[in-house]
């Protein structure tokens, strides 16, 4: 669902992630496991944001 949010709220802003599925996969589950930080889902957004 966060994930889902997160990208229609850059959608709405004319910017989208640029990451592989497996990619995308990890991130979600990192962070829904709670093993990853604010700055770290902040960093990983700014990398994969085109």
């Known amino acids: 669902?966060?994930?889902?949010?997160m990208?229609?709220?850059l959608l709405k802003?004319?910017?989208?992630?640029n990451?592989?599925?497996d990619e995308?996969?990890?991130i979600v589950i990192s962070v829904a496991s709670g093993?990853?930080?604010i700055e770290e889902i902040k960093s990983w957004v700014k990398q994969h944001c085109k």
């Open 7 to 9: 990208r229609l709220l």
């Open 24 to 26: 995308k996969y990890e």
């Open 13 to 17: 802003y004319g910017k989208d992630i």
């Open 35 to 37: 093993n990853s930080s």
């Open 19 to 21: 990451a592989s599925m």
């Open 1 to 5: 669902m966060g994930y889902v949010l």
